[in-house]
């Protein structure tokens, strides 16, 4: 019944338009470690990110390392055009954390 998914998580999930991500660090493995200003904080592995289109070049370390957030637009960058969109981003993290809780992972 989708009514039931409706009603049943509606409430999770939070607006986000005013989150941002106030730090991220690139942690072993193609992974990054990002923190949003309200609370939450994860883990992303960015490998599958690695074979998209644009996003291969970050295979070398180093470039990898030099992530950084857009002072504007608040999104996860490489360069002005190599990004991943803030809100996308806190939704993976948001439903790992999700999953975990209920133990689905």
């Not at 949003?36 to 370390?61: A, P, T």
């Not at 960058?77 to 133990?103: F, P, V």
Request: glycine share 6%.
């Amino acid at each position: 019944k989708e009514g039931g998914f409706r009603s049943t998580f509606s409430g999770i999930f939070q607006k986000i338009d005013d989150i941002d991500p106030i730090f991220v660090k690139p942690i072993d493995d193609f992974k990054l470690l990002v923190k949003y200003s309200d609370g939450l904080e994860g883990e992303f592995n960015c490998k599958n990110l690695l074979r998209k289109d644009g996003f291969e070049i970050l295979i070398d370390e180093q470039k990898f390392a030099k992530v950084y957030i857009d002072e504007k637009s608040k999104d996860i960058c490489w360069s002005e055009n190599l990004s991943m969109c803030k809100n996308a981003l806190y939704r993976i993290l948001e439903l790992q954390k999700l999953s975990s809780s209920l133990k689905l992972d």
